[in-house]
Nanobody, 124 residues
Framework: QVQLVESGGGLVQAGGSLRLSCAAS????????MAWFRQAPGKEREFVGA????????YYTDSVKGRFTSSRDNAKNTVYLQMNSLKPEDTGVYYC?????????????????WGQGTQVTVSS
């Protein structure tokens, strides 16, 4: 089992930045891929980005490329999502997820472990 706890959400003005954290426990994550998803009000949950723990390969959806960056801290067993140049359309609940495997898949059904989510609100 992998337990995930997100933090770092909040309210920010358009153009601002936030850094989300996802603390993982329960397993060594060297064979896992960690992903970020988000769900805007009235919309389905969508893939945002992913990082393969071993090697740090990252992958992002087109709408956040160049603005969002994911990283990990091995010592803290934590992944981060640095979000810059935020837009109102980035508003939503952001979820951290984990899957055993080294491929950054984009479908939420591929991820077995989920955090509780953290709210990000970007005002215009």
């Amino acid at each position: 089992q992998v337990q995930l706890v997100e933090s770092g959400g909040g309210l920010v003005q358009a153009g601002g930045s936030l850094r989300l954290s996802c603390a993982a426990s329960g397993r060594t994550l060297s064979s896992y891929t960690m992903a970020w998803f988000r769900q805007a009000p009235g919309k389905e949950r969508e893939f945002v980005g992913a990082i393969v723990w071993s090697g740090g390969i990252t992958y992002y959806t087109d709408s956040v490329k160049g603005r969002f960056t994911s990283s990990r801290d091995n010592a803290k067993n934590t992944v981060y999502l640095q979000m810059n140049s935020l837009k109102p359309e980035d508003t939503g609940v952001y979820y951290c997820a984990a899957r055993r495997g080294l491929v950054p898949l984009t479908s939420e059904s591929e991820y077995a472990y989920w955090g509780q989510g953290t709210q990000v609100t970007v005002s215009s």
